[in-house]
């Protein structure tokens, strides 16, 4: 029998990657900046998002695509917040959004009424670190009832965001989590990463935050 | 944990390149960073699963393992049916 080696040397995200420019074009071509928040399941993200789209949902023109294992309920929590779409991808198993699932939902959202898009990723600090979604920038969110070493065990995901909200501030005085070690573990891995202190549930520290988004959000056209 | 997701990818990958060199596929050589996000084991285990069905014909995976965030599908090996030259 004759036995080929066939050479291929094919990245294996390549196609991911591609549709991932594809959809930071489509976004650059509008002006419209995307955000890919990141945690650990129950970290907060949602309810960050929650008090975004009440301050700011409409004087940012926020949109937001969801993502989740199962059921659409944070769909379904941030639906209530804005008249805008809320695409909601539910992945069937799978551990993290791709590129091709933000492709498709950016299809039902309407850019031109858009300065300010977020992904809200499938709850998991491993997989989204390793998939491109076309996002400016990718933000990590960590809260003060998880571990403080949590950056050094999942650095990856440390590494790519370059920013940080630590959430659940209002619970520091209630539970043993050291604040500067915290902050020490993510600069460890990421010296440039950025942070917010927040407690999306109260609204504590949220101005800082907010300010963030005004300046990210795309400037309107004025009319 | 998204072994599966990548064994898929190697799967589209090897299909699209049996179309272009037609034969019975031996084994799928895989390089992958030990940075790359992945449990090699894991995503071995992964790529038996989709090896195991047409038209792959239970074809072996072999995994390279090296440094860095390498993730690439290396090369086929297939038995194209000619007599040997």
Known sequence: ?223 | MHEMSIALEVGRLVELELERNPGRLLSVGVMIGDDAGLEPESLAFCLEAVLAHPPFDGARPVLNRVPGDTLRLEYLEIDDGRPDD
């Open chain 1, 1 to 223: 029998m004759a036995v080929r080696t066939i050479e291929v040397r094919e990245k294996l995200m390549a196609r991911n990657n591609e549709l991932a420019a594809d959809v930071r074009g489509r976004l650059a071509q509008s002006g419209v900046p995307m955000f890919n928040l990141v945690s650990s399941p129950g970290s907060g993200k949602t309810t960050l998002l929650e008090r975004t789209l009440d301050l700011l949902g409409e004087e940012l023109g926020i949109a937001v695509v969801t993502g989740d294992v199962q059921t659409q309920n944070d769909a379904d929590r941030l639906a209530r917040r804005t008249r805008r779409l809320v695409q909601a991808v539910v992945t069937g198993g799978a551990c993290h959004l791709d590129a091709s699932q933000v492709l498709k939902a950016l299809e039902a959202i309407d850019l031109a009424d858009t300065r300010l898009l977020f992904v809200e990723n499938v709850g998991n600090l491993v997989c989204p670190a390793s998939w491109d979604l076309g996002e400016v920038a990718k933000i990590v969110v960590l809260s003060v009832t998880e571990g403080e070493d949590k950056p050094l065990k999942y650095p990856k995901m440390f590494q790519q965001a370059r920013y940080a909200v630590l959430n659940k501030m209002d619970l520091l005085p209630h539970v043993p989590f050291d604040l500067d070690r915290a902050v020490a573990c993510a600069r460890e891995v990421n010296p440039d990463l950025e942070f917010f202190f927040t407690s999306a549930y109260t609204g504590l520290g949220m101005e800082s935050w907010f300010d963030f988004l005004r300046r990210q959000a795309r400037v309107p056209v004025s009319a």
